[in-house]
């Protein structure tokens, strides 16, 4: 039994241009099912909680990645299966996932390939990907949305938006950084971006671990690298930065800075736990192993 | 940060200790480490070590092909190898099957040769590496 939880403002609102034509498809591939609409932040995990209560087994996020993070975060049985339909621009996961367009995701919801992956915490929420602080968590939404590849920015736009961003990844002050890393060792480092993300993610074959990467003062060349590598939504990484894996970390900031929570402005803030978990889910993904990094 | 031509190419190892981070405690991995930050602690890996021309560590390393081209003020046990190169500075003994010294290192302590598969990491009950 399939749920859809939509998130009506995605996008810009953009699932109501295409809403009709979703429900026929998932119609027609036999994968419809209840379709139900949040109403603000928050609703969708209490949403999801309820629907498994009620004995749906799969559940939908039909929005962006902060969609999927609250359906995540809803889910309270291992045994149910989540998929995504993106809508909008902020699709990180989904696109990790191998998920590009939501006609492309109701195929791959009906193919119904899973994979399992451990649940992080931090602090009180649930992640499966990635969290990052530092410049890459400061960028405001409208820098990111500007600098995509929207078809409708023009050139002169998403180049005045890169060169915006690159002016302020040059002003940004490394923020100071200690990480007590698995009770056994003390990392402290100026931060300029730091990512914390499950090596599983990227690689399904490998072992639920915390990937731990951190870029503490980079130069001119390897700052326009690292823009470079956000807009085309792979890694940011530049060479010599630090790479540790670890099973938890205790992370402090000086200042307290923000977090972005699986490409979610999340309200969460350092310091924070972040730890592995016994729990998993199981996530429908258009990947095969093969094409995973590292695999 | 350091440039990549400072450094010894560490792409490929697990763990990273770059330019400007501190770490204090034990540093261990089943594969490689490459410290060019500072490190307080003792490191211990089933791969290599490498301690790059930024790096400064104050305790003992344990690996299997050791390379210092920064600074090291510890022990070294390597089951292969150990490499300091010119811009190396240890101070310290080491216990190695092979032993090679660039022109320019700098080494203070007493070296030992062993034979070939003589040194092994056991684990012990507390979770610590002992050289058998």
């Keep these: 039994m399939y749920y859809y939880v939509i998130n009506p403002v995605a996008g810009g609102g953009a699932v109501n241009a295409i809403q009709d034509k979703l429900r026929q498809r998932l119609a027609e591939l036999g994968i419809d099912g209840e379709i139900a609409k949040t109403a603000g932040p928050g609703d969708a995990t209490k949403m999801v909680r309820d629907a498994i209560e009620r004995g749906f087994n799969t559940v939908v996020a039909v929005g962006g990645d902060g ?20 809508i909008g621009r902020g699709n990180l996961i989904a696109s990790s996932l191998g998920i590009e367009s939501w006609k492309e995701a109701t195929e791959i919801l009906a193919a119904r390939r899973l994979t399992a992956y451990g649940l992080i915490a931090a602090g009180k929420r649930y992640f499966v990907s990635s969290i990052t602080l530092g410049f890459e968590a400061e960028m405001s939404e409208s820098d990111q949305n500007a600098s995509n590849t929207s078809p409708k920015a023009t050139l ?32 402290r ?8 993300s499950n090596l599983k993610f990227d690689n399904p074959q490998a072992d639920n671990r ?8 980079p130069d001119r060349v390897q700052r ?3 823009l470079w590598n956000l807009l085309k939504k792979q890694d940011a990484d530049v060479p010599n930065s630090t790479h540790i894996t670890a099973d938890d970390v205790v992370l402090e900031t000086d200042p307290s800075v923000p977090l972005l929570i699986d490409g979610s402005t999340e309200a969460a803030h350092t310091p924070i736990t972040i730890r592995l978990t016994n729990r998993r889910v199981r996530l429908i993904t258009g990947k095969q192993a093969v094409s995973f990094k590292g695999a | 940060m350091a440039k990549k031509h400072d450094l010894l190419s560490v792409a490929n190892a ?8 501190t770490v204090g405690g034990d540093l261990r991995s089943d594969g490689d480490i490459a410290i060019d930050g500072s490190l307080q602690g003792s490191i211990t890996a089933r791969g290599n070590v490498t301690i790059g021309v930024n790096g400064i560590v104050k305790g003992d390393v344990t690996g299997n092909v050791v390379t210092v081209a920064g600074e090291l003020r510890g022990n070294v046990v390597a089951q292969e190898l150990t490499t300091l190169r010119g811009s190396g500075r240890v101070k310290g003994n080491i216990t190695t099957v092979n032993l090679e010294i660039e022109l320019g290192a700098l080494f203070i302590g007493r070296s030992q040769m062993k034979a070939a598969g003589s040194i092994a990491l056991q684990d012990t009950e507390d979770g610590t590496n002992a050289v058998k």
């Design chain 1, 67 to 86: 969609t999927l993070h609250e359906v995540i975060n809803g889910i309270t049985r291992d045994n149910v299966a989540v998929g995504v339909i993106p």
């Design chain 1, 156 to 187: 002169r736009t998403r180049i005045r938006a890169l060169r915006n961003q690159y002016r302020r990844a040059g002003e940004f002050s490394p923020i100071q950084a200690i990480l007590q890393v698995d009770n056994a060792y003390e990392l």
């Design chain 1, 189 to 196: 480092a100026p931060v300029f971006s730091m990512r914390i």
């Design chain 1, 210 to 217: 915390l990937s731990i990467s951190i870029i503490d003062r």
């Design chain 1, 224 to 226: 326009a690298g690292y």
């Design chain 2, 14 to 21: 697990d763990t990273v200790i770059g330019t400007g981070v």
